[in-house]
């Protein structure tokens, strides 16, 4: 069983930044392409950044773009969210989420952690 466990979240002033960690309890970290979503109260889920499974490959929502860096360390079987420039419409539980090998859907995710940007 997979377990994915956040880090990293808290309170910060806009303009300001956070950067996020998921350590994943598994065998080989490079069979998972990764990824970090997030969740606003009273919202959807929505996507926020991926990485492919040896990290040459990385995707951004447009919100995330420009702003927002995914990584990834397989040796240490974590992923990490660098998020610059944060506003208060980046107030979210991020979550970060797991997919094996081939698999179109994220098999496993995280518990989230809080991520609040004051104005």
């Known amino acids: 069983q997979v377990q994915l466990v956040e880090s990293g979240g808290g309170l910060v002033q806009a303009g300001g930044s956070l950067r996020l960690s998921c350590a994943a309890s598994?065998?080989?970290?490079?069979?998972?392409?990764m990824g970090w979503f997030r969740q606003a109260p009273g919202k959807e889920r929505e996507f926020v950044s991926a990485?492919?499974?040896?990290?040459?490959?990385?995707y951004y929502s447009d919100a995330a773009k420009g702003r927002f860096t995914i990584s990834r360390d397989n040796a240490k079987n974590t992923v990490y969210l660098q998020m610059d420039s944060l506003k208060p419409e980046d107030t979210a539980v991020y979550y970060c989420?797991?997919?094996?090998?081939?698999?179109?859907?994220?098999?496993?995710w995280g518990q989230g952690t809080q991520v609040t940007v004051s104005s």
């Open positions: 990485i492919s499974r040896t990290g040459a490959s990385t």
């Open positions: 598994v065998r080989t970290a490079s069979n998972y392409a």
């Open positions: 989420a797991a997919r094996y090998l081939t698999r179109d859907e994220y098999d496993y």
